[in-house]
């Protein structure tokens, strides 16, 4: 219901295995599903971008998008809106990063929660999705197991060096002047120690907690701009997009599963305030 007037193919990867009873059951004729990856003893995240990996075979089309299941669109018209501001700034790129507070993630580039790619910029046999292995190199392993026990140290020297999905794209793409980049505003309030906000202001983007490139947060939250819920309050991440909210996408971190909150509730609600504002 939000973008009536584009023309969309679902392409699904369903990562369940032969005849698994979580395989999805859907029959929606909008929806092409295929076989996932075989999930093997390398982790979810290159399960996960094996599965990107083979959809991107079945991809006829100039921008294709890739879109995590919890990661919930709320502006109306976003895709003819988003395709033409692409077409205009020429952009290759245009999504939402990995969120500030998740430090360790590489900065300033999409992640694959939600990224529009233009393939006319570029050939699609070089979108790599798979992780690397975290490595941050002899000198600074040296210095984390030196300084494991001052988290404000260690944190630093961790700071964008996870190889996680998506960052061979950043590596191979984010340094060329033909390709042009824009990411989504996260609503990001940094609420780290008084010392370490003294640091940051010393230090560079490399090694400061708060990303310090103009523009690339926000501290106004969708309710704060007049939305009717609050994803940011439910420790979930938003995303604004040319001043206005745009997308949330729903975190379950491991200490949150032992909280108030379980994955039935949190999809009972965003289900009711999905149908609030009519969106599906």
């Known amino acids: 219901t939000l973008n009536p007037a584009a023309s969309i193919t679902w392409l699904i990867a369903?990562?369940?295995?032969?005849?698994?009873?979580?395989?999805?059951?859907?029959?929606?004729?909008?929806?092409?599903?295929?076989?996932?990856?075989?999930?093997?003893d390398l982790?979810?995240?290159?399960?996960?971008?094996?599965?990107?990996m083979m959809l991107?075979?079945?991809?006829?089309?100039?921008?294709?998008?890739?879109?995590?299941?919890?990661?919930?669109?709320?502006r109306k018209n976003w895709v003819e809106d988003m395709v033409s501001h692409m077409k205009h700034e020429n952009l290759t790129f245009l999504g939402a990063p990995w969120?500030?507070?998740?430090?360790?993630?590489?900065?300033?580039?999409?992640?694959?929660?939600?990224?529009?790619?233009?393939i006319e910029n570029l050939d699609i046999k070089d979108l790599n999705f798979l992780p690397g292995n975290d490595v941050l190199g002899r000198r600074w392993k040296k210095l984390v197991a030196r300084y494991d026990h001052h988290v404000d140290i260690t944190g630093r020297l961790k700071i964008g060096q996870t190889k996680d999905?998506?960052?061979?794209?950043?590596?191979?793409?984010?340094?060329?002047r033909?390709?042009?980049?824009?990411?989504?505003?996260?609503?990001?309030?940094?609420?780290?120690?008084?010392?370490?906000?003294?640091?940051?202001?010393?230090?560079?983007?490399?090694f400061s907690f708060r990303p310090k490139k103009c523009g690339y947060t926000?501290?106004?939250?969708?309710?704060?701009?007049?939305?009717?819920?609050?994803?940011?309050?439910?420790?979930?991440?938003?995303?604004?997009?040319?001043?206005?909210?745009?997308?949330?996408?729903?975190r379950r971190y491991p200490?949150?599963?032992?909280?108030?909150?379980?994955?039935?509730?949190d999809i009972q609600f965003i289900h009711s305030m999905l149908n609030m504002l009519k969106v599906s």
């Open 178 to 206: 033909d390709i042009h980049i824009e990411c989504l505003q996260a609503v990001f309030k940094y609420n780290r120690s008084k010392i370490s906000n003294y640091i940051d202001h010393f230090v560079s983007d490399r």
């Open 14 to 40: 369903d990562n369940a295995i032969g005849s698994s009873e979580s395989k999805m059951p859907v029959k929606d004729e909008r929806f092409n599903i295929y076989e996932g990856g075989q999930k093997g």
């Open 255 to 265: 200490k949150r599963k032992r909280g108030m909150y379980d994955a039935d509730t």
């Open 218 to 250: 926000t501290h106004a939250t969708f309710s704060e701009a007049g939305f009717p819920f609050d994803p940011y309050g439910k420790g979930w991440e938003e995303f604004m997009w040319l001043g206005e909210p745009f997308g949330f996408h729903v």
């Open 56 to 74: 991107l075979d079945h991809v006829n089309s100039r921008f294709v998008l890739v879109l995590d299941p919890d990661f919930y669109v709320i």
């Open 99 to 118: 969120h500030p507070a998740a430090y360790k993630k590489i900065r300033y580039f999409p992640s694959p929660h939600f990224v529009l790619i233009d």
């Open 165 to 176: 999905t998506g960052y061979r794209l950043k590596e191979r793409f984010s340094r060329k």
């Open 43 to 52: 982790g979810a995240n290159w399960h996960h971008a094996q599965a990107l």
